[in-house]
Every structure is written in structure tokens, then in C-alpha cells.
């Protein structure tokens, strides 16, 4: 059986889900990865709502198209980032809040912890799940990073800088991540330049900082 297809949605935010899907399935897709903005997959619904998981699956089943993954990616951003006036432009308005940065990191890693159940959720109303679908639900996403301004290394810039920001994604991630695990859902992170893993080395070490 050949791989399937999908595309992700967040690019096109604009669109509602059913033009995306309809869309999607003309230009050959076999599913969508379902961007947490717009009003493609809307997380405080999906974690309370059965009725919701099932309208979303009817609109891909419409367009006979399937689903592997939500993203929750802007708001993964702003969990480790140093927060400034940008990050408004990128995040809903119950994450944002005041804007108070440290405030709108910890409500940020709440909603990622709801995007995991949520994700769960969606994934369990899967018309025709079975056995074969006992596998952890994925949520992709990006972390952000409190270190990615200082990669030029200029001011010199010393190790201990840097351990200092993988330390900061372990404390911030690392219970993120325990409750991924209570739900069975798996996180995907994309590598990614302005990400605490923007390359394999990157990548090996912050593995290494959540083990």
C-alpha cells in the first residue's frame, strides 16, 4: 500500500474546511492535517465535544479524504519563545491575555496540554476505528526557543548560555509531555529554524534534555 498523501491546513486558514477539503481531494490528497486555527480543528470544542469530532470527520469523509494529525504549531511557538508584541498576531486571544510573557507561556503549554486531549478525542470518533487504529494520536507542533536569538553567537555567546535554554524547553516541556503520554498522543515536533531543534544536533539534545 503506498504511503498516503496528506496536506496541512494552516496555510490556508482563510478558507473554511469544507472549501479546503473539497479542494484537496480534486488536487489528489488522501487526507488533511488539520491546523488548531482558522476554523479547521478548534481544540476548546474538540476536547469536550463528541458531537464536534464527528462533524469535523463528516466533512473529510465528505470529500473522501482521512486525517493522521492535528497541528498546533503558533501556539507551540509561544511556550518557550521570549514573548514580545508579535507573538499577539499568531495566538488566541484566551493565550495572549494581557500579554504578560510569562503568563502567556504557561497559558500557552495549558492549551497545548488541551490540544493532546483533544486530539485524542478526534481520533477515538474515527468512523470504522479499530485494532488496527490502536496507535498514539499525533499532535504536530513547534516549542519555540529562548536561545534561538543568540545562534550567531554574537556578543560571544558560551556554552553554558545554551544549556541554560534547553534546560528552560525541559522544565517547560517536559510535563507537557507526561500528559501527552496519560492521553496517548504523541508529539511531533518540526524542526525548524526559531525552534529549540532546528537541526540533528539541536534536535539530538533537546531529545536528550526531556528523557
Known amino acids: 500500500m503506498a504511503r498516503p498523501v496528506t496536506l496541512f491546513t494552516g496555510q490556508w486558514a482563510d478558507l473554511s474546511l469544507p472549501d ?20 479547521h480543528f478548534d481544540v476548546d470544542k474538540a476536547a469536550i465535544s463528541k458531537k464536534y469530532c464527528q462533524e469535523r470527520w463528516e466533512i473529510l469523509g465528505d470529500h473522501g479524504l482521512t486525517c493522521f494529525a492535528i ?23 484566551d493565550v495572549w491575555g494581557e500579554g504578560n510573557p510569562e503568563k502567556v507561556r ?7 496540554i488541551k490540544a493532546a486531549k483533544a486530539c485524542r478525542k478526534f ?3 474515527k468512523p470504522g476505528r479499530g485494532k488496527k487504529d490502536d496507535f498514539p494520536a499525533v499532535v504536530n ?9 543568540s545562534i ?3 556578543p560571544p555567546t558560551d556554552q553554558d548560555y545554551w544549556d541554560k535554554g534547553f534546560e528552560d524547553f525541559a522544565k517547560r516541556f517536559g510535563p507537557i509531555l507526561d500528559e501527552f503520554d ?3 498522543v504523541n508529539f511531533g515536533l518540526e524542526v525548524h ?19
Open 193 to 211: 529554524p526559531t525552534e529549540i531543534a532546528f537541526d540533528i544536533a539541536s534536535a539530538e539534545r533537546a531529545i536528550a534534555a526531556v528523557k
Open 20 to 39: 479546503l477539503a473539497a479542494k484537496a481531494a480534486e488536487m489528489g490528497y488522501d487526507g488533511l492535517e488539520l491546523a488548531c486555527w482558522g476554523d
Open 106 to 112: 504557561r497559558r500557552a503549554a495549558k492549551k497545548m
Open 182 to 184: 496519560k492521553q496517548n
Open 152 to 154: 550567531y553567537a554574537f
Open 123 to 125: 481520533i477515538d470518533c
Open 141 to 149: 507542533g513547534f516549542t519555540g526557543s529562548s536561545i534561538w536569538h
Open 71 to 93: 497541528s498546533s504549531h503558533l501556539v507551540g511557538q509561544a511556550i518557550c519563545d521570549l514573548i514580545d508584541e508579535r507573538h499577539k498576531a499568531i495566538l488566541p486571544p
